[in-house]
């Protein structure tokens, strides 16, 4: 991990691949207790250290992960991540050209617990949610393009189902559709920015996540 924008409420970390968030039934060393002792060893603290889990990334994603260091913070970041007032910003990497250079997708997603998958449909269905995402694409080369996508809904798997479901799957991502898996697990999407007016001091924070060190991602983003 990477320690991006740190204040006495707030602590922003850019995570690799691989690194899960908080504690799963792998039982897997999770992300939050590398933060806690970070925060404890950087801050001399004494015993526990609080540390707020406010949203989480996919496993197999890179970039920013917003942690509450107060519960007053906590508090008013899980309404804010709720309310949408946090602004996301994603750059995907995704196999074949997307229809327009930019533009609006719609699907209803429904979620298989067993498979932890998503599935699009076009229309409403049974247990289906409403998922919209904003994109456009950033550059591309011979075989694969640089997408930027804005979520308007927080949905389960959301771009990684509608990118796929639009024929454009994330390089990397077999369970949507990817031909072949990336050699270190990942998948290629980035949670590349976040916005929001911090929630004490009420000053704008922009916080972006370095690029993943790869040979295709320095090729689609440079310039």
């Given amino acids: 991990m990477q320690v991006v924008y740190e ?16 504690s799963d039934k792998t039982g897997d060393r999770p992300l939050s207790e ?7 060893e ?15 990334l996919d496993r197999p994603v890179f970039g920013l992960v ?5 519960s ?22 995704v196999q074949n050209r997307p229809p327009e250079d930019e533009g609006t997708l719609t699907h209803w997603l429904s979620r298989n617990e067993r498979q932890n998958k998503s599935y699009a449909h076009d229309h409403e269905t049974s247990r289906s949610k409403k998922a919209v995402l904003k994109y456009r694409i950033v550059s591309a080369s011979l075989h694969y393009t640089l997408v930027e996508v804005k979520l308007m809904t927080g949905r389960h798997h959301q771009i990684r189902c509608q990118l796929s479901a639009v024929g454009c ?4 991502d077999l369970k949507y559709g990817s031909k072949r898996s990336n050699p270190d697990g990942s998948i290629s999407l980035l949670a590349r920015k976040v916005e929001f007016i911090h929630p004490v001091s009420n000053e704008k924070i922009s916080v972006t996540a370095p690029i993943p060190k790869d040979n ?3 090729e689609l983003t440079i310039g």
């Fill in 7 to 22: 204040d006495n409420h707030i602590i922003i970390v850019s995570k690799n691949c691989g690194e899960i968030v908080q």
């Fill in 34 to 40: 590398d933060v806690k002792e970070y925060i404890k």
């Fill in 42 to 56: 950087k801050h001399n603290k004494p015993g526990n250290v609080f540390l707020g889990v406010v949203h989480r």
């Fill in 66 to 70: 917003v942690f509450a260091k107060t």
């Fill in 72 to 93: 007053k913070a906590l508090t008013r970041l899980n309404k804010m991540f709720a309310e949408g007032e946090v602004e996301k910003t994603y750059w995907a990497i």
């Fill in 169 to 172: 799957p994330i390089k990397g």
């Fill in 216 to 218: 295709l991602w320095r």
